[in-house]
């Protein structure tokens, strides 16, 4: 008897989080494949992208990434379309495609700051920010950073630190 694609996504997620990514890619593939609903197939390639990417799959987790966002869109699901797009950016980012990768990140945040998902804007404009940086451009990643956490913000002694440290720039061009 075969499992059904909704325990093979619990027992993944279970590996994924023990840090076992190999079970968790082996265990979403089978979901995937199993998986009829477009809808879940699309979460499922999301999954598995996260997890082809944090064991350093990177070809892979782009090429399963790719049209999910849209495909969420089509469904008129905004808020895993904009985590699709930051999902295909930060596969697009780590098979060293910067260009593409920052217009995914602006797409990603474009979208997450329609939803209002404040968090997610944040994190969203730091990786836009990281990759603005290695691409030279200093001052694109500096107001970058500054809108990320100004859309949420570091919590404690930290947070308060990254936000001066991000105004002095500003305060220095004042006379």
Not at 14 to 34: T, V, W
Not at 135 to 140: A, F, I, N, S, Y
Not at 145 to 156: D, F, I, M, V
């Amino acid at each position: 008897m075969s499992a059904e694609p909704s325990s093979l996504v619990s027992q993944a997620l279970e590996a994924y989080q023990q840090g076992r990514l190999e079970d968790a890619i082996r265990l979403f593939e089978s979901a995937h494949a199993m998986e009829a609903d477009p809808a879940r197939r699309a979460e499922l390639a999301n999954n598995l992208s996260v997890s082809y990417l944090k064991s350093g799959r990177t070809q892979e987790a782009l090429s399963i990434v790719r049209g999910t966002g849209d495909l969420f869109s089509k469904l008129g699901d905004n808020q895993r379309a904009a985590q699709a797009t930051g999902n295909l950016a930060a596969a697009l980012e780590a098979t060293g495609n910067l260009p593409a990768a920052e217009t995914a990140y602006q797409q990603a945040a474009e979208s997450f700051r329609a939803l209002g998902d404040q968090d997610s804007l944040g994190h969203t404009l730091n990786a836009l920010a990281q990759v603005q940086l290695r691409q030279h451009r200093p001052l694109e990643a500096a107001n970058s950073l500054q809108a990320g956490t100004l859309a949420s913000p570091p919590r404690g002694l930290r947070g308060r630190l990254l936000k001066r440290l991000l105004q002095l720039p500003s305060r220095l061009l004042r006379f």
